[in-house]
């Protein structure tokens, strides 16, 4: 799908006002407003792609923006990084953990690991493909329908994750 060349230099010239215009409000709560709408427009329609027309559910989406909001308050609070150059900050470190988990599922070409978090044990729901080559590691641990549960109480087995 291409971008319509009629309407790159009108989308240019709109986000350029409205970036000036937000620098320019004077009012701490019109300027945090106009600050937040976009990055919120931009993730509603960011999920709209991925959940409207491609179908998928992905909580994972949701885990990388709040990585990136998690940046930007402790950016503030830690190194006293304004949020203006921390939002776009948040913005690479949101994609760098994004490549991070999403460049070895490409290269297998098949969803690797899931894993879900129980009040006492947390359980990895591996690819089938990967489990006979590991089952004398996993004995010891608690399987069923295609996942491994380790308890909460014990440390978990990082080398063999």
């Known amino acids: 799908m291409k971008f319509p060349r009629g309407q790159v230099l009108p989308v240019a010239i709109f986000g350029a006002v409205y970036a000036l215009l937000t620098a320019l409000v004077e009012n701490s709560y019109t300027q945090l407003i106009m600050t937040v709408v976009p990055i919120w427009a931009v993730m509603g329609l960011s999920w709209n792609l991925l959940s409207g027309y491609s179908g998928l559910v992905s909580f994972g989406h ?6 990136g909001a998690y940046f930007v308050a402790l950016a503030q609070i830690h190194w006293g990084l304004s949020p203006w150059f921390g939002i776009p900050c948040a913005a690479a470190v949101g ?8 460049i070895p599922t490409f290269r297998l070409r098949t969803n690797v690991v899931h894993y879900a978090a129980f009040t006492n044990h947390i359980s990895l729901y591996p690819a089938p493909f990967g489990v ?4 004398a590691d996993i004995a010891t ?6 996942t491994l549960r380790f308890p909460n109480d014990a440390p978990l087995p ?4």
Not at 62 to 67: Q, S, T, V
Not at 95 to 102: D, N, R, S
Not at 158 to 161: A, E, P, S
């Open 62 to 67: 949701a885990a990388f923006f709040g990585l």
């Open 95 to 102: 994609a760098l953990a994004g490549l991070a988990v999403g």
């Open 132 to 135: 006979p080559e590991f089952e």
């Open 141 to 146: 641990y608690g399987a069923g329908k295609g």
């Open 158 to 161: 990082l080398d063999l994750i």
